[in-house]
């Protein structure tokens, strides 16, 4: 079991590196992050870097989720749409943010995984579905937020069409060369987008994997 001293060292990390809100610094301190990873990659779990976690996927670092987590954050969002669970450890954060979250992962071995461990957890406002994020969750939409967790060449079309009025969707756009967070917000006005700093996250694909 990881002591609570590492988590907190994390938390003082993330704060040196400018992040403020404390609603997410606290989970980001409460959430177990190794037990989204591999037993393996368990004496690295509250490092700031992305580890492995199968299929070519990786758990985001902690200051990249803290920081899309503080973005989307900045007005209260009860229905979150979030495109890629992964392991499930972004999930987790932003189930403490929101009033209802929706999640889709398009590597079916990934759903069950991330399913068990957010059950684990006692997290029941979670809707996790097997999907092509591209097409977002017509279905549950419109959402306040949405939250992109891989990034794509362009902004998908079905996911702006899924925003709410005042709704915020927060995506990594670019190749694996280049990529830009960008923050979309659906104003009286139309959309309004601001770049915030240089990432790199895994490409959004198209389509489901049976993995």
Known sequence: MTSQRTRDRLVA??????????????????VPRHIFI???WGHRAYEDSSLPIGHGQTISQPFIVALMSQLLNET?????LE??????YQSAILAGLCERLFS?????????????????????????????????WPEKG????????????????????????GGRLIVPVGTDQSQSLKVIDRTEQGLVETIHERVHFVPLVAGVAKQ
């Open 142 to 165: 419109p959402f306040d937020g949405i939250l992109v967790t891989a990034a794509p060449p362009q902004v998908p079309g079905a996911l702006l069409d899924q925003l709410a009025d």
């Open 83 to 88: 495109v890629g669970t992964g392991s499930g």
């Open 76 to 80: 209260p969002r009860q229905r979150v």
């Open 38 to 40: 591999d037993e393996a």
């Open 13 to 30: 990390r993330l704060r040196q590196r400018g992040l403020k809100d404390e609603v997410v610094l606290s989970l980001i301190g409460s």
């Open 104 to 136: 889709i992962e398009r590597i079916e071995a990934l759903v069950p995984r991330a399913k068990a461990r957010l059950t684990a957890m006692a997290l029941h406002n979670i809707t996790l579905r097997y999907g092509d994020g591209y097409a977002g």
